[in-house]
């Protein structure tokens, strides 16, 4: 009788509330989650029904939860929490086991009905439950997972912890003979200044020289730089060639006067994710030398960009950011950290960079200074005669007239043609998080790039604001010349930490090369929101891999595609103008594993030659596939070379 209890105790199933295991680890895209409240700390509710436990989140959210194999059911409520109050808020909750997709809901919106979940999870090691947004931006995509349980047998499930990731190494630092680094075509408008420094690494001195340079352009020898005008459209073929003690080598680069500027996607480094309001001239300035005294510059790193905080604030009695936000002309007016906006970016200039400013086509930007609204066209001539090269449009404040896709398209239609009547080129960044698939027609409307979700710097969503997102709604086919799309930038380094005080990346070392690896096969933007002041030599050599930059940089210009998905293993490939491929082989699991590409996925017959781009090195011939062993979270990248 005591057997048989003891053999009837050991399957006796308990339950545990979702809301009791650790939500700490919970990556969102706003917000944290709560224990039995609404991420706005509300009563949970989902269209006027209430719930007394449950978890409260906001999309993309990310809550992994180790089963050991022991559960048997998952159970829960799901919906948008009430207090989310518009009916832009809709998400999709996502289950996943090992993996595998094995529930999904529909489109939930505000003032739905709770859908109700029952899933065996009989055998299931790993269960991760997502809300991901609907493709109109995380705005007000509060998810709540209400009534939410585990039942299971034996030991309890428990949240999954990351582990702590040494930092590590892959590069070998540049060769001390010359290479020339960055894209094979750099594009410019008739009769607009030209500035571009050739990116050159090697031993210095080196001797510079430059043949065919269209009439109006000169080069400075010493330090690379490229500047003047050309007045006639056409394409310039140059032959540059850089000598030092250690060699020469010479390269063919294309200067493309046309209609196309930004070739290929723009590369520097952003204010707000390590400054945020504190942003002044000489952090500016500082930015600048940085970029030129880390070697930066010489791997293909050109902008530094003023986020929000440069204006006055409207009504504000603050002696720094307070006083009249605009002149009697109109004219914008900087705050007093910002004492004289031309010389600053003459001094940007002066290194051989360009300048980007940022500025909101409401009435204020996010954090409530000046926006542009009913001012559009007098900002864009004051950016212009400031000379400034780029712009970011944060959509914030503005409230659209227009219903649907024309409302989303109006303010950035009506910047990027202002933008285009100003007599110097300026790279239109429209900043408004996905709303309307921006993706089919940011280009139509003027911008260069534009953000495909929300702010990566909220919570860690890069799976699915990249993967999963870029992934299901093929965003390859929308990435072209002068067309990028932008899932945020890239944050690595110090980042701004509670207080004031930094903090560093929320990546770990595997994550943070899997962002690099995947921002460059899907040929995004490459901004840097880290402290560029202060960067590590591990932030440094991750940022400064000239092989891994080339397949951004490409010309071609053709975004990756996922070409395979096991599991948790994906493979992403692009092809380059050389006639080869590059390859991402990525591991979103939570063990090492083994990832294969096959060589039917990328289109070829034949045995293929296999390069390591992360250690640059040659990896062999291979026939049929590669596979290589990546780590958690991380990626091996490779670029296949023949085999058609």
Known sequence: MNLLCIALASTQLSSVSLSDLNLAPIHQGWGHAMKNRSVTDTVLSINGRKFDKGVGTHAISTFRIRLFGKATQFHALVGIDDNAKVNRASAYFHIIGDGKEIWKSPLMGWKRDAVEVNVSLKGIKTLNLT?????????????????????????????????????????????????INGPSRVGVRPGHPFLYTLPITGLRPMKLVVHGLPSGLNLNPSSGLITGRVSKAGTYPIVVTAKNQKGTIKRTIQIVCGDEIALTPQMGWNSWYIWLGQVNDSIMRQAADAMVRNGMIQHGWQYVNI????????????????????????????????????????????????AGIYTSPGPTTCAGFEGALGHEAIDAKTFADWGYDLLKYDWCSYQATEKGDEGLKKPYRLMGSLLRQQNRDMVLNLCQYGMGQVWKWGKSVGGH????????????????????????????????????????????????????????SPF????????????????????????????????????????????????????????????????????????????????????????????????????????????????????????????????????????R
């Open 131 to 179: 809300v991901d947004d609907a493709g109109d931006g995380i705005d007000y995509d509060h998810g709540d997972w209400a009534d939410a349980s585990i039942q299971f047998s034996g030991r309890a499930p428990e949240t999954l912890v990351p582990p702590i990731e040494k930092e590590y190494i892959l590069t070998p630092p540049p060769s001390p003979k010359p290479k």
């Open 307 to 354: 986020d929000d905080c440069w204006a006055r604030v409207p009504g504000s009695n603050d002696r720094q950011i307070g006083g009249p936000t605009r002149d009697a002309e109109g004219r914008i007016i900087p705050s007093s950290k910002f004492p004289n906006m031309k010389g600053l970016t003459d001094y940007i200039h002066s290194k051989g960079l360009k």
């Open 508 to 643: 770990t070392p595997n994550e943070q090369y899997s962002q690099m690896s995947f921002w460059c096969l899907v040929a995004a933007p490459l901004i840097l929101g880290g402290d560029i002041a202060t960067l590590d030599p591990f932030t440094l050599n991750l940022l400064t891999n000239d092989e891994v930059i080339s397949v951004d940089q490409d010309s071609l210009v053709k975004a990756a595609s996922r070409v395979a998905k096991v599991g948790e293993s994906e493979v992403w490939a692009r092809p380059l103008e050389d006639g080869s491929q590059a390859v991402g082989l990525f591991n979103m699991g939570e063990e090492e594993a083994t990832v294969q590409v096959n060589w039917k996925d990328l289109g070829l017959k034949h045995s293929a030659m296999v390069r390591d781009l992360w250690r640059q090195r040659n990896l062999g011939k291979f026939h049929g596939s590669f596979s290589a062993k990546v780590p958690r979270h991380g990626v091996v990248m490779v670029k296949v070379i023949g085999g």
């Open 449 to 504: 790039s534009w953000r495909t979700a929300g702010d990566l710097g909220a919570g860690y969503t890069m799976y699915q604001d990249g993967f999963d997102l870029y992934g299901r709604s093929h965003l390859e086919k929308y990435a072209g010349v002068g067309a990028f799309n932008d899932p945020d930038y890239i944050l690595v380094g110090n980042l701004a930490g509670p207080g004031g005080k930094p903090k560093k």
